[in-house]
């Protein structure tokens, strides 16, 4: 859960009645709660209760050769190209697919135990 309660900035910015921990800390109760969702961002401030989506972008493999940062630096606007962008099923996804990109699936890692 994500929520605005009053940092030195944020107190510089907003009302005093908008920083009130009541107006965030009702976020807890579906996080908490028997049917408690998973996978999911909670943001909460000032009374404001929205979920967060997180996405991965198609990116790009690049691999670990002395110039990968620059590398990186020159697509960044294909890293980061949210065209086909996709929500990935389960945490793990993105690790598989990292390996994946890389020429080694799931099982060379699970078999290196």
Partial sequence: ML?????????QITPDELLD??????????????????????????????????TLTQGVQIGAEADTGAQ??????????????FVPAYGFFQAERELASAGAGIEAVVARG
Avoid: K
Avoid at 79 to 84: L, Q
């Fill in 3 to 11: 929520g605005h309660l009053g940092t030195r900035l944020i107190a």
């Fill in 21 to 54: 921990p009541a107006l965030v800390s009702p976020a807890l109760l579906p996080m908490v709660a028997d049917e408690a969702p998973s996978r999911t961002v909670l943001c909460a401030g000032a009374g404001h209760f929205a979920a967060a989506n997180v």
């Fill in 72 to 85: 990186l630096l020159e697509c960044w606007d294909q890293v980061t190209d949210r065209t086909n962008e």
